[in-house]
């Protein structure tokens, strides 16, 4: 995510250079100091000392002079990753200090169900942002950071948008007839973590989702003129999940079927009108599109604002039950003018991404070279 919004600046505004740095390469750095095994984690870090742990200060040095021949020979201005919390990283915004580089946070967690934003931030209550500037995706995040009060303030924390949603902007239209149905593959472990809820009501919530999946799979199988592709992430397990609910419906999986764990999704977004998923970002970039979404409804399980992203929000998506059809559902969908709910979408790309105009990476960029500036005028 934080490459594709970093790319997404090069594309559309191109007045930074970047230089990628390893982060596998400052982990086994941070890993040869501390240890694989260091009780130190990316909640706990600013607990500690170097009178703890006097590696601390042995990583910083060894950093400093690595980093002092880096900064001079490649002129490097600024630094920038997407979160101020990777214990790997905390002796590398000292160094920056050190030699009156700014640290850039381009803060990628930034978003949520509506309701839930200062639950998600409860997560970095113990952290510290020792950084210089914390580019923000929308008001919500930036709202419940500055309320932790753990060093992002309103001077240091610009809402900039999502620059990735850039492309979206610019893509053509591919969907032709609409029989081409895209279905952004999850599992809830990874969407439900920070909610307390019991174990049996994560059960109960996590096989429905998986129904969900296979309720999209079958509709496929059962109309074969619908091609169906089914998007993972890219690692080789969310693959075989992915193809193991295909496996359960129908036995092999058919010519209408596709697993995909490797195209870029605004390519996907743009062949399709119809996306089926769940809380993820991929359902606003669909909005963009102004493309119908199919969103399983948990609501009998458990109070809608704990997970619905449009909370709050009418008539934006599908709710899909269990009792729902979909071989009613989509062709009605078709049927319908996607810009009907066209002024409602636009709040929600505001509320959420500060991207309705296509000039995020503008924006970032813009933040990113006033701090450059300021930095280079007190030298």
């Known amino acids: 995510i934080f490459f594709d919004d970093i790319n997404a600046m090069i594309k ?4 930074i250079n970047y230089i990628s740095f390893s982060r596998k390469s400052l982990l086994n750095i941070y890993n040869e100091f501390l240890g694989e095994d260091t009780i130190l984690t990316d909640h706990n870090y600013y607990k500690y000392t170097e009178v703890d742990f006097p590696s601390i200060k042995e990583y910083r040095d060894f950093l400093g002079k690595c980093f002092k021949i880096v900064f001079k020979r490649l002129k490097i201005n600024a630094v920038m990753s997407g979160n101020f919390v990777y214990s790997r ?40 942002f020792n950084g210089h500037l914390a580019l923000m995706y929308n008001e919500k995040i930036k709202r419940a950071t500055v309320d932790l009060d753990i060093g992002v303030d309103e001077s240091n924390s610009p809402i900039v948008g999502v620059a990735r949603f850039d492309n979206l902007h610019m893509i053509e239209d591919n969907s032709g007839d609409g029989k ?13 973590y ?10 109960e919530i996590m096989k429905w989702a998986e129904e969900f999946q296979k309720k999209v799979i079958r509709f496929a199988i059962e109309n074969p003129e619908y091609k169906l592709i089914i998007k993972t992430k890219a690692a080789q397990h969310y693959v075989d999940y ?7 419906c129908a036995g092999q999986i058919p010519e209408n079927i596709i697993v995909d764990n490797m195209s870029a999704i605004h390519e996907l977004i743009a062949k399709v009108r119809v996306v089926a998923g769940f809380n993820s970002i991929t359902l606003l970039e669909s909005m963009v599109l102004n493309r119908y ?9 458990l109070e809608r604002k704990e997970w619905d992203y449009f909370y709050g929000y009418s008539n934006v998506a599908e709710y899909i039950t269990k009792r729902s059809n979909l071989n009613d559902i989509i062709p009605k969908l078709l049927s319908k003018s996607s810009e009907s709910n066209k002024e409602k979408v636009n709040q929600i790309l505001e509320d959420y991404t500060f991207n309705t105009d296509g000039n995020a990476s503008i924006r970032a960029e813009n933040e990113i070279l006033k701090v450059v500036n300021k930095f280079a005028s007190c030298k």
């Open 12 to 15: 559309h505004s191109g007045r």
């Open 89 to 128: 990283e905390q002796e590398l915004i000292n160094v920056c200090r050190d030699f009156d580089i700014p640290f850039v946070t381009y803060f990628k967690e930034g978003i949520t169900s509506p309701m839930k934003y200062a639950d998600l931030m409860q997560l970095y209550k113990d952290n510290e």
């Open 180 to 192: 081409t149905i895209i279905l952004f593959s999850f599992t809830l472990n990874e969407k439900f």
């Open 194 to 203: 920070h909610l307390n809820i019991s174990q049996n009501k994560l059960d």
């Open 242 to 248: 992915a193809k193991g609910l295909v496996l359960e």
């Open 293 to 301: 979404l199919l969103i399983p409804d948990f609501e009998d399980m």
